[in-house]
């Protein structure tokens, strides 16, 4: 009977082992290109997700088994495994990209540089530029320049003396109406005294016929 048990319990473990064979880890695959480098960053992305969908199968099959606590360390294993080599490829591939960003950094800093050299040289070869003469003026300019300023001299004389006689003449009105004004209240002032001279002169003609 006990040879019996121990028969099953190798035939068990051999068939839980060749079912779980873990694989090697083997070194990731070079990369030689940017393009690469992001091909095998969404392979890793793909394949990471395709080795959790296979250990969770994994695990409902051990549950299954006689022998689950095996059964589970080694699709575990296989989990870690697969992972890690996953994790490698990973690596690499973002390793190469970050020194290709530095790379291409430093051959734009270099060929700035030579382009800033070549400027350079090519300033210190050119001859200096003569410096341009001043554009004289034209004599005719300066003759009317004088006879401008005269016309407008005389312009302004000319508004000015408009002005004063302007003023001269609003000042005259003003007295010719302060006259007439004056003069119409004299004459208002003579035809009311004479109409009071004549009503006082009736009044004692009136006075005089009563007695």
């Known amino acids: 009977m006990r040879a019996l048990a121990v028969a099953l319990s190798a035939t068990l473990l051999a068939a839980c082992a060749s079912q779980d064979v873990v694989p090697r880890e083997v070194p990731p695959p070079p990369v030689t290109s940017v393009a690469q480098a992001d091909q095998q960053l969404a392979a890793v992305a793909r394949e990471r997700a395709a ?3 296979r250990f969770a199968e994994r695990e409902r099959v051990c549950y299954d088994k006689f022998f689950v606590n095996n059964c589970l360390d080694e699709a575990k ?3 870690r495994s697969a992972l ?10 973002e390793h190469f990209k970050r020194r290709a960003v530095v790379e291409e950094r430093d051959r734009n800093l270099a060929e700035a540089e030579r382009r800033f050299k070549e400027q350079e040289a090519r300033m ?3 001859p200096p530029k003569p410096a341009a003469e001043p554009t004289p003026v ?3 300019r300066k003759a009317i320049a004088p006879e401008r300023m005269a016309e407008r001299d005389a312009r302004l004389r000319a508004q000015k003396q408009q002005e004063a006689a302007s003023a001269g003449k609003r ?5 010719d109406y302060e006259a ?4 119409s209240e004299e004459r208002q002032r003579k035809v009311a005294q004479r109409k009071a001279e004549k009503a006082a002169k009736a009044a004692k ?6 007695k």
């Open 138 to 140: 034209p004599a005719q």
């Open 77 to 79: 294993e296989r989990r």
């Open 84 to 93: 890690a080599a996953q994790r490698a490829i990973e690596v690499q591939a």
């Open 180 to 183: 007439r004004k004056a003069q």
């Open 205 to 210: 003609e009136a006075e005089d016929a009563k």
């Open 171 to 175: 000042a005259q009105n003003v007295r």
């Open 124 to 126: 210190a070869a050119e």
């Open 51 to 53: 080795i959790e969908a």
